[in-house]
């Protein structure tokens, strides 16, 4: 089924070899077509994150991808055709989209190809225009938490808390009962983390003596888990703040891995796009406003300067705008 008339040809932009910021251009390209198990998206808006700039370097790249590449693995739009397979979302639906796999291109153009499994319909609470940047983040953060499996009322610090991952996980703890201590980057970062309900918020950048006594105070017997969205010092640190048998969870990615010691378990995850995960997701969003913080908007032909921006440090998320 198809809605309106769809062009041959769109803009996007692509990549013909691995590099800097500078291998992406704007191009036209032919708008992919879908199969039985797909649909096709007018887009609306892609978010912009690490994982895009390592397949524009080589080395997360998709599957089946053959030059010219067109990046994102993050995306939201209109759903204006759908395979015959497909009873998840309809043409018409306003979705969100997290997809690893796509040999047909990302979501860096006009138009983009996904198979159903990977799309949501977007659910109240999250404001259309800044869907895009949540997909990927949003699904890893649900999947460090699970990972955790923390009853109501435990203690959980994030370390990263004002980053992409970091300020949807602590949205996401705060509907599961959670406590969060929430370690942020600077005070835009704790501006941000206080915002959206963290219990304690505190700059990671300062005196690490201070932040571990405002934890103890907080949760004199230890916090239960931290969730890691950067390793490093600081981290390390900061695991004295763990009860005993607490639990060090981290995205694959995190350098350098956080390291096993005694009393410490560490856990790595990933974050998994598929329906169940997609409805649990948006489950736990409709409780309440759910925040996706853009610190930046570019328009397409601004990519180059998305993937600049990358190489920087800022709260919440970059964000491509397409339509």
Do not use: C
Not at 70 to 91: H, L, M, Y
Request: a negative charge.
């Amino acid at each position: 089924m198809v809605d309106g008339d769809v062009p041959e040809r769109m803009q996007a932009a692509a990549f013909d070899e691995f590099g800097g910021p500078e291998v992406i251009t704007l191009r036209k390209l032919p708008v992919p077509e879908i199969a039985d198990d797909e649909v096709l998206i007018k887009v609306w808006s892609a978010g912009v994150g690490v994982w895009d700039a390592y397949e524009r370097q080589g080395v997360l790249v998709p599957e089946g991808s053959s030059l010219p590449i067109v990046p994102g693995s993050d995306g939201a739009g209109t759903v204006i055709a759908a395979g015959s397979q497909v009873t998840n979302v309809a043409v018409g639906d306003l979705v969100y989209v997290s997809a690893t796999t796509r040999p047909k291109g990302g979501f860096y153009a006009e138009y983009a190809a996904t198979k159903a499994q990977y799309a949501a319909k977007l659910p109240d609470g999250v404001p259309a225009e800044h869907a895009g940047a949540m997909p990927t983040d949003a699904l890893t953060a649900l999947a460090g938490l699970d990972v955790l499996s923390l009853s109501a009322g435990a203690w959980l610090l994030i370390f990263g808390a004002s980053g992409g991952q970091g300020h949807l996980a602590l949205q996401l703890a705060k509907r599961q009962g959670l406590n969060v201590v929430a370690v942020a980057s600077g005070a835009d970062g704790v501006a941000l983390v206080t915002r959206l309900g963290a219990d304690v918020s505190l700059d990671g950048h300062g005196d690490l003596t201070d932040v571990l006594a405002r934890i103890r105070d907080a949760a004199p017997g230890g916090v239960n888990a931290i969730l890691a969205m950067a390793g490093g010092k600081t981290l390390d640190r900061l695991t004295e703040a763990l009860a005993d048998g607490g639990v060090v969870a981290y995205a694959h990615g995190v350098q350098p891995e956080p390291r096993e010691r005694p009393g410490v378990v560490v856990r790595a995850y990933d974050g998994v796009a598929n329906p169940q995960q997609l409805q649990r997701l948006n489950e736990l969003i409709e409780a309440g406003p759910f925040v996706v913080h853009v610190a930046e908007t570019f328009p397409l032909g601004k990519v180059r300067e998305a993937h600049q921006r990358l190489q920087t440090s800022f709260p919440g998320k970059l964000l491509l705008t397409v339509a």
